[in-house]
Every structure is written in structure tokens, then in C-alpha cells.
């Protein structure tokens, strides 16, 4: 994995975890990815093994069975991640459990939450994720329809949700829901709702254009009811719940796709080399060598972004800024780099067998989720404070 000026800001230690994680990956879980791949196959094998290598452990409290490690430490480990594992599609599943569903029952979970659920999340006895997502609400999510009406201790939900990650293995969600009809941000709630409760109706995996080893699906929910104690954090809390694991997701989910960066540059750098036309390496043509350039420059300025935020999360800062503004150019700077090593593998590029088609397809996503493109740069112009 190659070296970059940002290393002065890691410790040897933290180095070594994103070396152990890249060779974790790259040994592991790279066996079959393109087979798994075809078939749209998420392999709970895998899953078991990232838990063993205690991935989903990295942001937890020992107390729960995790590593209790700090955010630059987590956004080392995340690089090594996405730079090994060529399966994008499980990446992006870690990332779900880990920022949408982990996260929020760590920081707004009551005692006896945390003690039932992330343990068994941690050592991936337990799937999770999130739903926000309606059929009719995307990138507005706070007008939300589903809701969740107060029957005494308990809550009667009813609505959908699509496009949900990890959806059809999931065994817990996190569910927003409307608790308030008149309100709007301050009118939704969180909900930990567990796959076998009376009411609730998982679909099928929805066919995607890429992340195909990710199971993204839609649930229903008719006449579900949810105990008191299963709603996360106090009824309205669900905006704040919302955006602060969104921040979580893209100060640490984006720190994959600088690994596939990396990865796939490399990868760019080798053919560039071995590849012959007209008498000599294509790497010598301009052409080429300033595609490579590119790449290089949005490798290092995407570092520099997801480190920034790390170390300002670790300092208290807030970074609700600076997650967006690296949210937008990362995921755009990694579909640009996927696009690239397409044009510059030519036929090949365009082949599967060469998984560089895959790492494109799979890359267009990133502008959509976590915010689309176009959202973050509303958000950033407000966050601007002019």
C-alpha cells in the first residue's frame, strides 16, 4: 500500500492497523468477489470473518466487545479496508451496520439497549441498519410519512421504506418514523424494530446498477407494535439521531473509497506501464500519465479531507461542514477515478474480468447516498453561515 505524505499524521501503531485491515481484506474476502458479484450474492461467511477480525468493533466500547479506538484511528482502518477488499458491496454493508446502526444506539441507546444489542452486532451474530428512506421522500427526508402513534406504553407503526441497506438480512433497523404531525424536524423519532415483530414485511433484494453483494431492499410495516423501550433516545429526538450519524457516515464510510482510490490507481499505474502502443508504454503518452496525475491529486487531497475531520471529531469540533464538503468531493473524485481507469484500460477496462467496470459501477452510488451531490452542496452554501 503505498505511503503518502499524510503518514506524519499517524501513529506506527495506527499505520500497522490499516496495513493489518488491507491484509485482512485483500487475503480474505477478495477470494470469489467477482463470482459473488454476478450472482448478487452478500456471503454471511464473510461477514462472520470481518467480525472476527473485529471490524464492527472498531468504534465500540470494550464494555460491548469492541475496540474502543479513537476516529483517526477508525479512518485508518476504514482506508485499509476499501483499499483491500475488492468486494464494494460488503464494504458498504460494514459501513451500514457500523455509522447507521451502531453508532446511534452507542450515543442515544438507554443501558439496557446498548447491553442487548451491540454486543451480538459486534460479533456479527446480529445484522443491522437503517431506515429513512420512503418511496416518496429521498433527499427531503425529514417529510417522512411513516408513522408511529403513542397507544400507552407502546407505538403502533405503519408505512414503507425502500431502498434500504441491508434490508433483507437485517435481524434489527433503525426506523424513523413520524411521532408528530404538525412538527417537522422536531417531529420524528428513532426505533430499534427487530425483524420478527408481528407487521413488519421485508421485500426482496432490489436489483442495482452496482454494490450488487450489498442485499438493498424495502420493508413494510402494517399495525406494528413497538414497546416504549425500543424507541432510541427521547420521541422527537430523530433529526438529531439522523444527521449525527450521517456525519459519522461520511467522515469514516468515505475513508473506504480513499483505499479504492488508491487501490485502483495502483492498479492504473501497472498496466499504464506493461501496456505497449506504437513502440512504447501508454504511461508515456500525456494522455495517460496526467489520468494517473489526476488520480494522485484526488488521492491526496481526499486524505487530507477525511483526516481533517477525524482529528477535529477527536478534538469535540464540529465537522458538520467539513463532512460535507468531503462527502461531495470524495465520492465525486472516486467515480471520476473509476471512470478514468475505464478509459485508460480501453476494451479491457470494459471487460469484468478485470473488475475495473465493477469498481465504476459501483462507485456512481457514492454521489447518491449519505446525501446526494447536489444536497451536500445546499448543505456546505448554509453551513457557509455568509
Not at 126 to 132: V, W
Amino acid at each position: 500500500m503505498e505511503q503518502s505524505g499524510m503518514n506524519f499524521s499517524l501513529s506506527l501503531d495506527q499505520l500497522e492497523l490499516r496495513e493489518a485491515v488491507a491484509d485482512f481484506a485483500r487475503k480474505t474476502l477478495n477470494p470469489g468477489s467477482l463470482e459473488r458479484d454476478a450472482k448478487r450474492e452478500f456471503s454471511r461467511e464473510l461477514w462472520k470473518k470481518c467480525a472476527r477480525m473485529n471490524i464492527f468493533g472498531l468504534p465500540l466500547p470494550e464494555a460491548f466487545g469492541g475496540l474502543d479506538l479513537d476516529v483517526a484511528s477508525i479512518v485508518a482502518a476504514m482506508e485499509g479496508l476499501g483499499y483491500g477488499c475488492r468486494d464494494n458491496g460488503l464494504v458498504f454493508s460494514i459501513n451500514t451496520q457500523l455509522w447507521s446502526c451502531e453508532i446511534p444506539i452507542l450515543h442515544f441507546g438507554s443501558d439496557e439497549q446498548k447491553s442487548k444489542y451491540l454486543p451480538k452486532l459486534c460479533t456479527g451474530e446480529l445484522i443491522g441498519g437503517h431506515a429513512m428512506t420512503e418511496p416518496d421522500t429521498g433527499s427531503d427526508a425529514f417529510t417522512i410519512q411513516t408513522r408511529a402513534v403513542r397507544e400507552g406504553d407502546n407505538y403502533r407503526l405503519n408505512g414503507s421504506k425502500i431502498f434500504i441497506t441491508n434490508a433483507p438480512i437485517a435481524d434489527i433497523m433503525i426506523v424513523f418514523a413520524r411521532t408528530a404531525p404538525g412538527k417537522s424536524f422536531m417531529g420524528l423519532s428513532a426505533f430499534i424494530v427487530e425483524r420478527n415483530t408481528p407487521g413488519v414485511a421485508f421485500g426482496k433484494n432490489i436489483e442495482m446498477m452496482g454494490l450488487r453483494t450489498c442485499p438493498i431492499g424495502e420493508i413494510a410495516f402494517n399495525d406494528c407494535i413497538i414497546p416504549e423501550g425500543n424507541r432510541l433516545g427521547k420521541e422527537g429526538a430523530g433529526a438529531t439521531i439522523f444527521n449525527s450519524e450521517m456525519e459519522w457516515e461520511r467522515s469514516c464510510l468515505f475513508a473506504c473509497h480513499v483505499g479504492t482510490m488508491e487501490r485502483v490507481m495502483e492498479q492504473c499505474v501497472a498496466y499504464a506501464r506493461a501496456r505497449l502502443q506504437f513502440g512504447q508504454p501508454i504511461g508515456a503518452y500525456q494522455a495517460i500519465s496526467h489520468k494517473i496525475a489526476d488520480m494522485k491529486v484526488r488521492i491526496e487531497l481526499s486524505k487530507l479531507m477525511v483526516y481533517k475531520i477525524a482529528y477535529s471529531k477527536m478534538n469535540g469540533e464540529s465537522v458538520s461542514l467539513d463532512a460535507a464538503i468531503g462527502k461531495l468531493y470524495i465520492s465525486e473524485a472516486l467515480a471520476a477515478t473509476c471512470k478514468d481507469a475505464v478509459q485508460l484500460h480501453g476494451a479491457y477496462g470494459y471487460c469484468a474480468e478485470y473488475e475495473i467496470e465493477r469498481d465504476f459501477r459501483d462507485s456512481v452510488a457514492a454521489t447518491i447516498y449519505s446525501g446526494t451531490s447536489e444536497i451536500q452542496r445546499n448543505t456546505i452554501y448554509r453551513l457557509m453561515d455568509l
